[in-house]
């Protein structure tokens, strides 16, 4: 592993790069961090065809704070936020470097709210669990963004856009979560594949409306029906999907992949935006 002094080098005067993509990972189980399956498989197919970043910054459903806070210190460490699984997933250490350098140039680029440097959190599953699959050699610095819980969709929206100077420095931004998020209620029946039709019907009508730039109607979720309802009963697992769209510029498009339900009533379905 490189030094500490040599991530402390990494300073905000990072080189210039062609425009990064921006990511939105359907996360699931925190099963697919150490099993390879259809979905992790992607993940590491997704991290080689696009440019590798000189960091990262996840926008992850597990991280809910009041206020928005960012990881600033030199190594975060390995969050294992859940319970009643294998101790092999308890056992995974990603031990990606931090940046505290680029921590507080993104807290400045954002002038819509005070962003806190944190030294406390690290990377909770809904980073580590996917990243570990697309740098497994954990030698790309990681940083973590929270999300604020008093603020709505759009204001999460915005703020993403704040971070768009970070794409052309060769920062990739990823956010992490679930697009239909209904643990209460979940079929074990269909733990492996397969949806109720209100989340089928939900998780088509949020993919068009990404596909076709429908971010207004995806901002008020809440007008967009029964089925969407029933899919995000909590905003968490989709507040990360702003980000995503929030970054998106005019000439870019979204594709899709991953794009399976299981459980019944969570969908993996997952954005690239280039």
Do not use: C
Request: cysteine-free; overall charge negative.
């Amino acid at each position: 592993m490189e030094t500490l002094n040599q991530f402390k080098n990494f300073t905000s005067s990072l080189a210039q790069t062609e425009l990064m993509p921006v990511l939105f990972m359907g996360h699931g189980s925190p099963m697919n961090g150490i099993e390879i399956n259809e979905f992790s498989e992607k993940w590491i197919e997704t991290a080689k065809s696009i440019p590798v970043p000189q960091a990262v910054l996840i926008v992850s459903a597990h991280w809910f704070t009041r206020g928005t806070r960012i990881t600033a210190m030199d190594f975060p460490k390995t969050i294992h936020d859940f319970g009643g699984f294998p101790q092999a997933l308890f056992d995974v250490q990603y031990p990606a470097p931090g940046n505290p350098k680029l921590a507080q140039e993104t807290a400045d680029l954002v002038k819509s709210t005070s962003i806190i440097l944190d030294h406390d959190w690290g990377l909770d599953h809904g980073a580590w669990s996917v990243i570990k699959h697309m740098y497994p050699a954990a030698n790309i610095p990681v940083l973590q963004l929270s999300i604020d819980y008093t603020k709505d969709a759009q204001y999460h929206y915005d703020l993403a856009k704040e971070l768009s100077a970070l794409r052309k420095k060769g920062v990739l931004i990823l956010s992490s979560g679930n697009m239909v998020h209904n643990l209460r209620m979940m079929s074990w029946e269909m733990i492996n594949g397969g949806g109720y039709d209100w989340a089928i019907k939900a998780n088509e009508k949020l993919k068009n409306a990404i596909l076709n730039k429908n971010h207004q109607s995806l901002m008020n979720f809440q007008t967009m029906g029964s089925d969407v309802m029933l899919g995000i009963p909590t905003p968490e697992h989709y507040l990360p999907l702003m980000y995503t769209l929030g970054l998106q510029k005019e000439n870019e498009e979204a594709t899709l992949f991953n794009d399976k339900a299981v459980g019944g009533s969570l969908t993996m379905t997952s954005v690239k935006i280039t």
